[in-house]
């Protein structure tokens, strides 16, 4: 069965701080991959997404993400946070034997200091 | 507005009691799901819809009863529901082809659901 990984369950940051956010997966063929963002009570929504091509992919709100596929990796970037980033963003992946639906990360809670 | 509207926001019930959560979805999709979201774990598939056929169901107890009437429409029926199915209930709509579709989920804001 497909697995997502997210390394870092907490993360705290002062503003203008480079972000990286690890995301590991399992399944070893042909995926799309997700990161979805989830602000203080609001619902779920999609920062970037890849499914081919070049594999640094960019976001809203200045976001990118870089798909290894040697290294079953696909991490969140963003060179310099806002407070306003203050979140929870999640990795997500489709693609696996006999799954349609995506199977997501347990999620990463970024916290930025003004 | 996400495009998919989540009814109610928030339910307190009894371990008793009967009730549903509803989610319509008005970007004409033809996929919908059912996500469980609790506290530090990662969102749980439950169920998922596609053309009105349940094509997955990720061995989920038989006190949660999923329902879709149409491509628009999904319910979550619950009876005698346990403490610890207090979550976050999340449904999602996405355009699926016959042989699969990319993926991407567009999601409500949710169903608060506490458990007394």
């Known amino acids: 069965a497909q697995s997502v990984s997210q390394h870092n369950h907490h993360v705290i940051l002062s503003e203008a701080a480079s972000l990286e956010l690890g995301c590991n997966y399992s399944y070893g063929g042909t995926v799309n991959l997700f990161w979805y963002v989830q602000y203080p009570g609001q619902h779920l929504q999609l920062l970037l997404k890849y499914f081919s091509g070049d594999p640094l992919v960019k976001g809203i709100k200045g976001f990118e993400a870089e798909f290894i596929k040697s290294k079953f990796s696909f991490n969140l970037r963003k060179p310099s946070v806002q407070w306003s980033d203050t979140a929870e963003y999640f990795c997500a992946v489709n693609g696996g034997p006999g799954r349609r639906a995506l199977t997501f990360g347990s999620g990463t809670r970024l916290q930025v200091q003004p | 507005e996400t495009g998919v509207t989540q009814t109610p926001r928030h339910l307190v019930m009894g371990m008793t009691n009967k009730k549903s959560l509803k989610c319509e979805q008005h970007?004409?999709?033809?996929?919908m799901y059912w996500y469980k979201q609790s506290a530090k774990k990662p969102l749980e598939l439950m169920f998922v819809y596609n053309f009105k056929e349940q094509t997955e169901n990720n061995s989920v107890p038989s006190r949660f009863s999923p329902e879709c009437p149409n491509s628009s429409h999904l319910f979550l029926h619950l009876h005698t529901l346990q403490p610890e199915d207090s979550a976050l209930y999340l449904c999602a709509s996405s355009q699926e082809g016959r042989q699969g579709g990319t993926g991407e989920l567009f999601f409500g804001e949710g169903s608060r659901l506490t458990v007394l």
């Open positions: 970007l004409g999709h033809n996929a």
